[in-house]
T-cell receptor, first 113, second 113 residues
Framework: NAGVMQNPRHLVRRRGQEARLRCSPMKGHSHVYWYRQLPEEGLKFMVYLQKENIIDESGMPKERFSAEFPKEGPSILRIQQVVRGDSAAYFC???????????FGPGTRLTVL | GESVGLHLPTLSVQEGDNSIINCAYSNSASDYFIWYKQESGKGPQFIIDIRSNMDKRQGQRVTVLLNKTVKHLSLQIAATQPGDSAVYFCAETAQGGSEKLVFGKGTKLTVNP
């Protein structure tokens, strides 16, 4: 049973470009969460999605950031017009329906030049 | 050795000793708590969880203690091994885990051979 998959593992973008981060949840998991981690810090919640629905986006910046989890395919975290401050590790977690533990993927490390 | 939550972010122990990592949580409404282990360059790995109706839970070589009165959580690792070296995060959530996780800042555990 494969774990949570994220790609790419490393992404380099220049300021002003777009970044697309992908997350495939574990089999049977319909809940996806995105978190951001700066160096030497804990993870900060960004957004919680179920299939075709955004449940909680309270941690996501209002501008330039968007997320989706379509009926088919992976969840996508999209950052438009990236700035240096967007450089971080972005982690995706998934869980089954109901009150279950979230399991994390290996993360995507975004570097903005 | 003992770590006091966010104010002492590093803990160094000798191989074979027991380790205790502490965490103070903030939300009295939190009812589900998780300890994650994060090795360098990797995503958080689930270690053990506990719900608010319990005070103690044991796993293999790990024990989590929960004191709701003072909003304190601890992780005990028995017979610490070099492979236990990592950053350990506590995380809290409400509604049994189906909501966003709030992470502590983490404690870096170093095990000396």
């Amino acid at each position: 049973n494969a774990g949570v998959m994220q790609n790419p593992r490393h992404l380099v973008r220049r300021r002003g470009q777009e970044a697309r981060l992908r997350c495939s949840p574990m089999k049977g998991h319909s809940h996806v969460y995105w978190y951001r981690q700066l160096p030497e810090e804990g993870l900060k919640f960004m957004v919680y999605l179920q299939k075709e629905n955004i449940i909680d986006e309270s941690g996501m910046p209002k501008e330039r950031f968007s997320a989706e989890f379509p009926k088919e395919g992976p969840s996508i975290l999209r950052i438009q017009q990236v700035v240096r401050g967007d450089s971080a590790a972005y982690f995706c977690a998934s869980s089954p329906p109901g009150p279950y533990t979230q399991y994390f993927g290996p993360g995507t490390r975004l570097t903005v030049l | 050795g003992e770590s006091v939550g966010l104010h002492l972010p590093t803990l160094s122990v000798q191989e074979g000793d027991n380790s205790i990592i502490n965490c103070a949580y903030s939300n009295s409404a939190s009812d589900y708590f998780i300890w994650y282990k994060q090795e360098s360059g990797k995503g958080p790995q689930f270690i053990i969880d506990i719900r608010s109706n319990m005070d103690k839970r044991q796993g293999q070589r790990v024990t989590v203690l929960l004191n709701k009165t003072v909003k304190h959580l601890s992780l005990q690792i028995a017979a610490t091994q070099p492979g236990d070296s990592a950053v350990y995060f506590c995380a809290e959530t409400a509604q049994g885990g189906s909501e966003k996780l709030v992470f502590g800042k983490g404690t870096k555990l170093t095990v000396n051979p």
